[in-house]
């Protein structure tokens, strides 16, 4: 009779549990307004593509929609889009003669996540890039010349064109990509 208390004491205690664990953690809300730079209401706020955005104010939040609409990485289809971008993208340069020895020693899932993270932040999506800028990312990287910056360019608008993108946000892309060019090859920086 003892050992029988035991399992049902046991069992009690197992179907309890889980009640006592711990909640997952809630999602860490902005507590500095991305538009005006003041504390937030916590009252103001949006979900964007899953990530909930608070505002100091009704006015920053209006602002925040108004630029997520018309920001370029809205405009190519934000996080989907950009997502099969870059899987299409890194196909293209490791098979790619001219550039993709360059990944031979590369762990290309992270790759692949910091183009994703740089994409969109350079093509308008509210979370910033925390990376490297393109120079220092580039630095120690030997023999980086035009030919390797006009392969990855070719692969990118290939890229974009075959998901059928359209010539014009192409070409705003290849624009965008085209001011890294200096960095990206280590060239001096123009005088001011």
């Known amino acids: 009779m003892k050992s029988h208390i035991s399992l049902l004491t046991a069992l009690a205690l197992a179907l309890a549990l889980p009640a006592f664990a711990a909640e997952p953690a809630k999602e860490q809300i902005n507590t500095v307004c991305p538009i005006s730079g003041k504390p937030v209401d916590?009252?103001?706020?949006?979900?964007?593509?899953?990530k909930t955005f608070a505002f100091a104010a009704e006015a920053c939040r209006t602002k925040f929609n108004e630029v997520r609409a018309n920001s370029l990485y809205q405009k190519l289809g934000g996080k989907g889009a950009i997502d099969a971008a870059v899987e299409l993208f890194y196909k293209k340069v490791l098979a790619d003669a001219r550039v993709k020895h360059y990944f031979?020693?590369?762990?290309?899932n992270k790759q692949r996540r910091k183009q994703r993270e740089f994409l969109s932040a350079a093509l308008g999506s509210p979370i910033p890039w925390t990376g490297k800028d393109m120079r220092t990312a580039h630095a120690n990287i030997p023999g980086l010349n035009e030919t390797h910056f006009t392969a990855i360019a070719e692969n990118l608008k290939s890229t974009l064109q075959e998901l059928k993108i359209s010539k014009?946000?192409?070409n705003q892309v290849l624009a965008l990509v085209g001011t890294l060019h200096d960095d990206v090859l280590n060239l001096p920086k123009p005088a001011k």
């Open 42 to 50: 916590p009252n103001i706020t949006v979900v964007y593509e899953g």
């Open 104 to 108: 031979d020693d590369i762990n290309m």
């Open 168 to 170: 014009d946000l192409i």
